[in-house]
């Protein structure tokens, strides 16, 4: 197989998810293929091509440094799952 | 009046509202009734805002008695539900976004409402635009309205399927691998994935920063070149879109293609798995564009076999990095209950995202990871430079290039959801020109015959979607496919 359920685990939890059984088994399957096809990519001599990130080449978009209007605290936090005081409350994160 | 209201062309509801004959209010109510009317088989629609929809129209009326109208002046629109809209809920197709209400308008938005178009409702797609069936939306299931039991393709199908059923006069959506210009082909209707960088994504969620473009989807040709006027251009928020010229998309609709060179890409006509009746109507297309005076020339595309394969290895890259902003903090949905940070991530992850989000975060991690960034994700960046050459070079001795859009007519429902790569593989006309950044755009050219359309793809070089709205307003000028309506 060209990934290991170890490795799915692995890259789920760099990714933040979850997965059960079921899922594990699918996607360590399904995946496998997918990259196995990925994988015809190698046929390709690539050596001395440069890579390609943006299709239309831009240079730096710079702007001028303005004070701007911008969504004021309410407005930022009107769509939070929970909020108090102005801020974002979250678990307890340092123990 | 005899003529239903909401089977109207923008262009032909502009000369209406224009001389009075009818009202924006009239138009809206009409659509709005036809959506309540079939929506419950159609099922295009996550949110209709039909108290905003009806406000707008009564201050198009207003601007129209003072004489103020132009192309979209009281038009009422659809958009893709991944378009952020002030104070209303954009979904994403998402459980993770079900409930999320945009603090701001998109520029799209802006310009919509600056024009004077009546936002009607969003439509559903595949969750966070990753799909071609729109199956993968966590929220609704949507059907083709040419035949109930199909797909209307994806990720837009949404808001094509509202296009080809009347439940609106056009709509935006978004492109990304393919996601306006093959749901337009499977319902019948023209769509366009514009140059990257010619329409502002700012206020758009999303996928695949590299890829994704805004475009339209509309009942004909004329009506694409009047969105397209209403929404092109340079935007400082956006600081990939490009300060190219925009030109008057309408005035490019001339008859005639005397001179004018169609590249017929090798590859993609003799790849296998080409349905019959998707190759006979792309055969009589090209015949009906000679016989208005194009020549047909044949070209190479010579990495077109590793398309796919750099397609799902840029676009999962992107879209795992891309989609790490949802954790369940500032905005979206919670694990709610959760004592631990990263319980409350994976939790909150894993129970919204539907199964080809995560399915995709996964490649894209996985790529991205330590020890394999090159060989895959470097790799394809490279493949993806000549992918882009083979474009520049076909074009030296052609003007637009002509293929199918999707290998076969809309599938059924349930048919491909459980093999991810076949789902990919259907892609592969349209997903070359997201990665060159060149525009596309498809056009009906037949039907099958069980009924289902067929669409012809055009695309052409970088910021040259005036060509390719000229031949396909000519071809659409030769043919009667456009005219055909579903029947509901």
């Known amino acids: ?95 | 009046m005899a003529m239903k209201l909401h089977e109207l062309t923008i262009h032909k509801a502009c000369g209406l509202l224009a001389q009075k004959e009818i009202s924006s209010q009239e138009l809206t109510r009409a659509v709005l009734s036809r959506i309540e009317a079939v929506e419950d088989r159609v099922g295009a629609y996550i949110s209709v805002f039909e108290e905003e929809a009806m406000a707008r129209a009564k201050r198009a009326d207003r601007e129209i008695s003072k004489g103020h109208i132009r192309p979209l002046t009281g038009i009422p629109l659809s958009i893709k539900d991944l378009i952020c809209t002030k104070g209303l809920k954009t979904t994403c197709g998402s459980k993770i976004l079900e409930n999320f209400i945009p603090p701001y308008d998109a520029t799209l938005i802006e310009k919509l409402k600056g024009a004077g178009a009546v936002i009607l409702g969003k439509t559903n797609m595949d969750e966070f635009a990753m799909g071609s069936s729109t199956e993968n939306s966590g929220l609704k299931l949507t059907r083709n309205p040419w035949d109930l039991t199909c797909i209307p393709g994806g990720s837009s199908g949404g808001s094509a399927a509202s296009v080809a059923a009347d439940m609106c006069l056009g709509s935006f959506g978004s492109d990304t691998g393919g996601s306006i210009r093959q749901p337009a082909s499977h319902c019948g209707i023209i769509g366009m994935k514009p140059t990257y960088g010619r329409v502002s994504r700012f206020g758009l969620v999303a996928f695949a920063s590299s890829l994704d473009q805004i475009g339209p989807i509309s009942k004909d040709v004329t009506d694409c070149s009047l969105l397209m006027n209403a929404v092109s251009g340079y935007d400082l928020r956006d600081s990939t879109s490009v300060q190219a010229a925009v030109p008057d998309f309408t005035a490019c609709l001339q008859h005639g293609l005397k001179g004018l060179k169609i590249g017929i890409p090798e590859q993609y006509h003799s790849s296998g798995g080409l349905d019959p009746d998707v190759s006979a109507s792309v055969e009589n297309a090209l015949k009906v564009l000679e016989g208005l005076g194009a020549e047909c020339v044949g070209v190479s595309l010579p990495h077109t076999d590793y398309v796919v394969a750099v397609y799902y290895v840029i676009a999962s890259c992107e879209a795992s990095s891309n989609l790490a902003r949802y954790d369940g903090v500032r905005f979206g949905f919670r694990d709610e209950g959760q004592t631990d940070l990263i319980q409350m991530y994976r939790q909150t992850r894993s129970r919204g995202f539907g199964e080809e989000v995560q399915r995709r975060i996964i490649i894209g991690t996985y790529a991205l990871s330590a020890g394999y960034y090159d060989a895959y994700y470097g790799k394809a960046s490279q493949v993806r430079t000549l992918i882009g050459q083979d474009f520049n070079n076909a074009f030296n001795t052609c003007d637009v290039l002509i293929s199918p859009v999707a290998s076969t007519p809309a599938f059924k429902i349930g048919e491909k959801v459980d093999d991810p790569l076949t789902m990919y593989l259907s892609d592969v006309f349209t997903l070359a020109a997201n990665l060159a950044g060149i525009p596309g755009m498809s056009v009906p050219c037949g039907f099958s015959a069980g009924g289902l359309p067929i669409g012809l793809q055009i695309m052409g070089k970088h910021f040259n979607e005036e060509l390719l709205l000229k031949v396909a307003y000519n071809f659409e000028q030769a043919s009667d496919f456009h005219k055909k309506r579903p029947v509901l």
Do not use: C, W
């Not at chain 1, 059960?20 to 995946?31: N, R």
């Not at chain 1, 997918?34 to 190698?42: M, P, Q, R, V």
């Not at chain 1, 005081?85 to 994160?93: F, Q, R």
């Open chain 1, 1 to 95: 197989m060209k990934i290991t359920d170890d490795e799915v685990i692995h890259v789920a939890n760099l990714a933040r998810l979850d997965l059960d059984e079921a899922s594990l088994k699918k996607f360590s399957s399904q995946i496998g293929k997918i990259l196995e096809y990925i994988d015809t990519l190698n046929r390709v001599d690539t050596a001395g091509v440069v890579s390609t990130s943006h299709a239309i080449s831009l240079v730096n978009a710079f702007r001028e440094d303005r004070i701007q209007e911008h969504l004021d605290r309410d407005q930022a936090l009107s769509n939070a799952p929970e909020k108090e005081e102005g801020s974002v409350v979250v678990p307890k994160v340092v123990g």
